[in-house]
Nanobody, 116 residues
Framework: QVQLVESGGGLVQAGGSLRLSCAASGIIFTINGMGWYRQAPGKQRELVAAITNSGNTNYADSVKGRFTISRVNAKNTVALQMNSLKPEDTAVYYC??????????WGLGTQVTVSS
């Protein structure tokens, strides 16, 4: 089992920045990749960014050039640096870990609110 704990959400004005972190514990050697999804009210959960153990990254088109995902602390923590935030970035952000490609474990989520 893998446990994920997110931190770093909050309220920020448009154009501002936030940094989300997700710490993994448990059988972390089984993790092949980590990343972030988000879900806004009334919308489906969508992939925001992902990173593999080898460092390959993938971003949603809507966040390219503004968000950066990285692995830290011997790969058991993933961070999401979010710059130039927009009101449409408002959502609950969920960290996930995958043993192969699709999410296998989820965090509880952290709220990000961007005011206009």
């Amino acid at each position: 089992q893998v446990q994920l704990v997110e931190s770093g959400g909050g309220l920020v004005q448009a154009g501002g920045s936030l940094r989300l972190s997700c710490a993994a514990s448990g059988i972390i050697f089984t993790i092949n990749g980590m990343g972030w999804y988000r879900q806004a009210p009334g919308k489906q959960r969508e992939l925001v960014a992902a990173i593999t153990n080898s460092g390959n990254t993938n971003y949603a088109d809507s966040v390219k050039g503004r968000f950066t995902i990285s692995r830290v602390n011997a790969k058991n923590t993933v961070a999401l640096q979010m710059n130039s935030l927009k009101p449409e970035d408002t959502a609950v952000y969920y960290c996930y870990a995958t043993l192969l490609t699709n999410p296998d474990y989820w965090g509880l989520g952290t709220q990000v609110t961007v005011s206009s």
